[in-house]
Nanobody
Framework: QVQLVESGGGLVQAGGSLRLSCVVS????????MGWYRQAPGKQRELVAE???????KYSDSVKGRATISRDNAKNTVYLQMNILKPEDTAVYYC???????????WGQGTQVTVYS
């Protein structure tokens, strides 16, 4: 069973920054897909950023230019650096991991990010 543990969420003032981390309980590689999703109250879960095979990057339009996803396979960890945070970034942020050999997504338990103005 693969487990993902997120950290780094919290309360931050608009314009501030946060760095989210997600540690995967098994080894990861650059062939795997790792991502960050978020879900605000009353809304569907949406992709924030993804890093896939060969470290190909994808960002949602809402965070493009303000977010950076990266990973450290030596630490089995994916990061999400969020800058210039806005109140609309408030959500529970979930880490996602999909091993390159499967089509199954593993999810973390989520970490709350609250941005106040």
């Amino acid at each position: 069973q693969v487990q993902l543990v997120e950290s780094g969420g919290g309360l931050v003032q608009a314009g501030g920054s946060l760095r989210l981390s997600c540690v995967v309980s098994r080894s990861t590689s650059s062939m795997d897909t790792m991502g960050w999703y978020r879900q605000a109250p009353g809304k569907q879960r949406e992709l924030v950023a993804e890093i896939s095979s060969g470290d190909r990057l994808k960002y949602s339009d809402s965070v493009k230019g303000r977010a950076t996803i990266s990973r450290d396979n030596a630490k089995n960890t994916v990061y999400l650096q969020m800058n210039i945070l806005k109140p609309e970034d408030t959500a529970v942020y979930y880490c996602q991991f999909r091993r390159s050999t499967t089509a199954y997504d593993y999810w973390g338990q989520g970490t709350q990010v609250t941005v106040y103005s």
